[in-house]
């Protein structure tokens, strides 16, 4: 838990500093890049997890890998690998985002799915977002996940709803192996 604490502070602190350098924007265009990044990078997740692989090393990858970046979030890299925290950047890039999007009074939505949702079917999601929420800005992330066979699990801030088939199958599995 310790470490999403720590992404948050590494997060608000970015986000001020881009909002003095009125870089905020370009900021949220290289922190979406960077999760969208790890997100698809198995080797880069674990190079910057690695105890093997050198603090420079992974400032030499990072900086490669976000060479376009605004210089607040090569700052960012920089802060991150001198104080050995090279593996939070996907969380304070996750975090900033959410922090952006609280102060536009945007609020964020996940849904994972087994498949991707269809327009129709995503339309209807937000819609039941932002009547949960009373939010008129609602943005919808789609997490695809096979995982869960079908169904979906929405998250909203801290609300998880799970109406996966997964997690229907597991909780029956309890209920029988209970009655037996």
């Known amino acids: ?18 909002k003095d350098s009125g870089n905020v924007s370009a900021v949220l265009e290289d922190m ?13 997740r674990v190079a910057l997890q690695s105890p093997v692989v050198k603090g420079e090393d992974k400032r030499a990858i990072l900086r490669q890998v976000f060479s376009a970046a605004s210089k607040e979030t090569i700052g960012l890299v920089d802060i991150l690998i001198d104080n050995k925290r090279a593996s939070l950047i996907g969380d304070v890039a996750q975090s900033y985002i959410t922090l952006y999007n609280q102060s536009k009074g945007i609020q964020t939505a996940t849904v994972t799915t087994a498949v991707p949702l269809t327009p129709e079917l995503e ?3 937000l819609d039941k977002v932002k009547s949960l929420t009373g939010s008129t ?23 998880q709803y799970n109406a996966s088939i997964a997690t229907q199958l597991s909780k029956l599995k309890r209920e029988f192996s209970n009655s037996l």
Do not use: H
């Not at 838990?1 to 881009?18: C, E, V």
């Open 1 to 18: 838990m310790g470490s999403t604490r720590a992404a948050n502070r590494y997060a608000k602190a970015i986000l001020d500093l881009s």
């Open 123 to 125: 339309q209807k999601v």
């Open 32 to 44: 979406k890049t960077v999760v969208a990044t790890l997100n698809q990078s198995k080797d880069l």
């Open 137 to 159: 800005e609602v943005k919808l992330d789609n997490i695809i996940d096979e995982s869960i066979l079908g169904g979906f699990v929405l998250r909203v801030g801290d609300t």
